[in-house]
């Protein structure tokens, strides 16, 4: 239930996006009008959460896209992403290649029919560099574009291959997330644009 408790004059014109979890009720991609009142929902089962819920384009059509799937407690996902039609059909679902996950920070379409997608890896890996470990763990982030649909992996990132822990302000963890990829973006000569919470940094990446 969504309650609205101010309007304004100046608001955009169209619906709410939400993608509503871990309160009173069922988690899921909500639509609703600027009133609350309900025009959409997809109930996710128990323990299953939701997000980054919008609108893109695909194969020319307006579609509705989402990531589902499970979140650990310092906020990784480990799921698959959605993507539904203008009459809430589902048109394909999206899963990470390689033996990763989906991660829930980005999904997002390109032109060309691909999604890029990010994933979290966990790996041993030397952390005395930060005053931990010779055998500790770090999060390895991972950028992939993926056809839709085929499935296929066309492009894979990861950042423990190009970036140092040493350039992370993150402070050192049992499981180091010392990078924690938040977006992905193509610029416009198709180069990727990859953001890092971690590091503090968007790192332009040549495909080639």
């Known amino acids: 239930k969504l309650t609205v408790s101010q309007s304004s004059a100046t608001e955009a014109a169209g619906d709410l996006f939400t993608a509503p979890y871990r309160g009173a009720g069922q988690n899921g991609p909500m639509i609703t009008d600027t009133s609350g009142n309900l025009v959409w929902f997809d109930p996710l089962p128990n323990g299953l959460e939701a997000f980054d819920f919008r609108t893109q384009t695909y194969a020319g059509q307006p579609v509705l896209t989402w990531w589902q799937g499970y979140v650990t407690a310092t906020g990784q996902g480990y799921g698959e992403d959605e993507i539904y039609d203008d ?3 589902p048109v394909a679902t999206v899963t990470a290649g390689n033996g990763y996950q989906s991660d829930l920070h980005e999904f997002q379409l390109t032109a060309s029919g691909t999604a890029l997608v990010t994933a ?3 790996v041993q890996w030397d952390t005395s560099s930060m005053g931990g470990s010779a055998n500790g ?3 390895d982030a991972i950028m992939q574009e993926i056809d ?10 990861h950042s423990l291959d190009h970036v140092a822990l040493t ?5 050192l963890s ?9 977006s992905i973006d193509e610029d ?8 890092s919470r971690g590091t503090h940094t ?3 990446i040549d495909r080639t």
């Open 87 to 89: 009459t809430y059909q």
């Open 120 to 122: 979290y890896q966990p």
């Open 137 to 139: 763990v770090v999060i």
């Open 148 to 157: 839709v649909a085929t499935g296929n992996v066309l492009f894979e990132w």
């Open 167 to 171: 350039a992370s302000y993150a402070g």
């Open 174 to 182: 049992a499981q180091y997330d010392y990078f924690h990829i938040n």
């Open 188 to 195: 416009a000569a198709g180069n990727l644009l990859i953001s």
């Open 202 to 204: 968007i790192y332009q």
